[in-house]
């Protein structure tokens, strides 16, 4: 039996969730037009961000993979902002509509809902709005998804209302995200490199299902021991 074949047999006899780990963990094929863009946007900030830098090519076409393995992903955050959706969801609206998700049994009266997208930790609840959560974690691996530049190979504008940085490797910012067929909204990405092959590398991704929209200077005011900022890079 081809590979591809095999392939086939398996989704319409149903992935065991470790058999969608593995799937979720490989790139997806994507448009050459998809991959020539993004590449050439990443040339272009490496380079704005490191004049002279001859490891910017090299560096961009490494990422690649990470921008295509992250549209499970991508399929998952954008699911509770279609247009026509109601502008406050529950945490069920929000397990009824995410893409994707393998949710785990819950009590008919529950307010959270844990599930997975392969690896990924998927979580709807309140805190204390609505909140689509996506994590990821492992020890000593770089992180492998890049969910903000395969937002933008599906042309949304994926704009930072804010960030800072714990030191390097580890940051936390605030993007609008407007998307054909979305309404505008807010999702935060925080994001850990290990420093070490013993240290956890993680990344969180989470989006207000009830559509509120931080300005810098209210995320300062909610935090105000955090060095937020525009620059963001």
């Not at 929000?94 to 393998?102: I, P």
């Not at 309140?126 to 190979?153: D, M, N, Q």
């Not at 994926?158 to 054909?180: D, H, K, L, W």
Request: include cysteine; glycine fraction near 8%; proline fraction near 9%.
């Amino acid at each position: 039996m081809s590979p591809r074949v095999m392939r086939r047999f398996l989704f319409v006899a149903g992935l065991s969730l470790t058999a969608a780990g593995a799937a979720l963990s490989a790139p997806v094929a994507a448009p050459q037009d998809a991959r020539d863009h993004f590449l050439s946007r990443c040339r272009e900030r490496t380079l704005a961000q490191n004049p002279g830098a001859d490891w910017a090519a090299s560096y961009c076409a490494e990422t690649w993979p990470a921008v295509t393995r992250s549209n499970p992903l991508v399929d998952a955050i954008l699911s509770p902002f279609a247009e026509g959706a109601p502008a406050a969801l529950d945490p069920a609206d929000v397990k009824a509509r995410a893409t994707g998700v393998r949710w785990l049994p819950a009590r008919p009266d529950a307010q959270a809902f844990e599930g997975a997208l392969g690896p990924v930790k998927v979580v709807a609840r309140r805190g204390p709005t609505t909140l689509l959560e996506l994590g990821w974690t492992a020890v000593g691996e770089p992180v492998p998804y890049e969910i903000v530049e395969a937002l933008r190979t599906r042309d949304a504008v994926v704009m930072p209302i804010g960030c800072y940085a714990f030191g390097a490797g580890e940051s936390n910012t605030v993007y609008r995200v407007e998307a054909a067929g979305r309404v505008p909204f807010a999702m935060t990405v925080y994001r850990r490199e290990a420093p070490t092959g013993s240290a956890w590398s993680s990344l969180t991704i989470t989006a207000d299902a009830e559509r509120h929209i931080p300005t810098l200077s209210g995320l300062k005011a909610a935090e105000p021991d955090s060095e937020w900022t525009a620059d963001c890079g």
